[in-house]
């Protein structure tokens, strides 16, 4: 069985209309590709366009601001994707990182169990893999081509590779599935060069891979993502209060980028927690292809620094500077995915309500620019090298674009599609009032503005 499925090109979904709308609209100004898609595409692999790139970066410099530059309790690293596998015995991914899986026994068409179940109707939240598979029994579900199934086995999750050029079992390595384990084994290393005391947390930002067996709508569920993790390390009979905290921490970052009202969050109940937890809250989200899973919270004990001790003979205990008393930290795991906020954002922002001026109402801090400049007329050189002098100015600052083409109006919507909030126009009047007119991508308003002013106004609203 080929693994390198084909993706037919943006059949990202296809179950519900805006998502397709939104799919449609980031292939067509560039916000996501589909991957390789000059060879017909991979299924499930999807590629970041210049808007998109601008897009991402600018969630993740939000995040980095928000949790690390401007906290003192929490530092950063940026481990190997590839680690010792010893790290993923240690943490338990070797022997539980699993999902439940089953197979057409005609077609060898696999499908991700719980999912299977669902669609047909079972509601699997809470359920162990036996329960699943006596349900699946019981039921007598066949697979969607009506053929018998296999018996339901638990499938790893994890990549595998080979380090080096011998392909054998010595040499077999995993893609990191979380960014977590960097910040566990980075703990020691930490803890002596940055001299933090408890609380604190350590962050970071990077890919993880999965080998998921239904992976889907569109950049929703993917085999490689990027993750915004942190570990957040603190005396153990302190743990309920650091995990209030980090869910408001969570709540609060929802409503920053503006999708708090589409989100809701869910106590995971202890047949579905990761396998470390002793308590998880899920951030869901209202997709438009249903609810589901956006961020995590989760209480991990000590269960990661106490295997890591075990397992590597190195002591990982925190020492306090008062009292030399010696102590195994607990930790709070709030986690973010990338590639969910990006969709969550977009689904947010996204405003079809006047189908002629489609609207993205990015938060401003994310919109990929934040300004455009248009000269009125690109045929008159006073005018195109006076919006070139602002042009240039701003983009010292931010990501400024320059549009000369057609009518204004039509560089306006082409902006609002965008989410670009503040579009700057040069006319005959600029070069007499040094003025220009900025208009408001959600209010419409336009203002007259001494160009010198320009770039405070802006900047003001950025903040
Ligand atoms: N370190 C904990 C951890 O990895 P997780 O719930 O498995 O927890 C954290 O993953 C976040 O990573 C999820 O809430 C989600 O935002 C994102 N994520 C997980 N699997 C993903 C996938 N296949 N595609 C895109 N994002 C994913």
């Not at 090109?9 to 939104?22: Q, R, V």
């Not at 390789?36 to 692999?45: R, V």
């Not at 991990?300 to 102590?327: A, F, I, M, W």
């Not at 931010?398 to 609002?416: C, E, H, I, L």
Request: proline share 5%; net charge negative; hydrophobic share 35%.
């Amino acid at each position: 069985m080929t693994t390198l499925e084909n993706g037919p090109i943006l059949s990202a979904t296809n179950k519900s209309d805006k998502m397709d709308k939104i799919v449609s609209l980031c292939k067509r100004r560039g916000f996501v590709f589909p991957g390789s898609e000059i060879y017909g595409g991979l299924a499930n692999s999807w590629d970041y366009g210049p808007l998109g790139t601008e897009l991402k970066n600018n969630i993740k410099q939000l995040w980095w601001k928000k949790f690390v530059q401007q906290r003192d309790d929490v530092v950063g690293v940026d481990a190997a994707l590839i680690m010792n596998p010893k790290v993923w015995q240690a943490s338990g991914h070797v022997a539980t990182f699993n999902d439940p899986l089953v197979e057409d026994k005609e077609t060898h068409e696999r499908f991700r169990l719980d999912h299977f179940l669902e669609e047909n109707g079972v509601q699997v939240a809470g359920m162990t893999f036996e329960q699943m598979v006596e349900t699946l029994k019981k039921m007598g579900l066949r697979s969607p081509k009506g053929n018998e199934l296999t018996e339901p086995k638990k499938f790893n999750m994890m990549f595998k590779t080979n380090l080096g050029p011998v392909d054998d079992e010595d040499s077999k390595v995993y893609l990191r599935p979380e960014t977590a384990q960097g910040m566990f084994v980075n703990f020691k290393n930490i803890l002596g060069t940055s001299r933090k005391q408890l609380p604190f947390g350590i962050a970071q930002i990077g890919p993880a891979f999965r080998n998921e067996i239904t992976p889907g709508n569109f950049i929703f569920r993917t085999r490689e993502f990027e993750q915004m993790e942190i570990e957040y390390f603190v005396r153990p009979e302190e743990w309920e209060k650091w995990f209030e905290y980090w869910l408001d921490q969570q709540k609060e970052w929802c409503k920053e980028i503006g999708i708090f009202d589409q989100a809701v969050f869910i106590e995971i109940p202890e047949a579905d927690r990761a396998h470390y937890s002793k308590r998880s809250i899920d951030t869901e989200f209202k997709f438009p292809f249903g609810q589901k899973e956006l961020y995590g919270l989760a209480y991990r004990t000590d269960y990661d620094l106490k295997n890591h001790q075990e397992k590597s003979g190195q002591s990982l205990e925190y020492t306090d500077p008062q009292t030399g008393e010696k102590v195994l930290p607990h930790c709070i795991e709030p986690t973010w995915g990338v590639s969910r906020t990006f969709l969550a954002v977009l689904t947010s922002a996204y405003d079809d309500s006047d189908p002629e001026n489609i609207t993205l109402k990015l938060p401003y801090k994310l919109a990929p620019y934040k300004a455009a400049v248009f000269p009125l007329l690109k045929n008159k050189p006073e005018l195109v090298s006076k919006a070139r002098e602002i042009y240039e100015n701003l983009r010292k600052d931010f990501m400024v674009a320059w549009d000369d083409r057609g009518n204004v109006g039509k560089r306006y919507y082409s902006q609002d599609e965008i989410g670009t909030p503040f579009c700057i126009t040069v006319d005959f009047d600029s070069l007499e009032d040094g003025a220009v007119t900025i208009r408001n991508r959600d209010t419409k308003q336009q203002e007259r503005i001494k160009i010198e002013e320009v770039r405070g106004y802006i900047m003001n609203q950025l903040m």
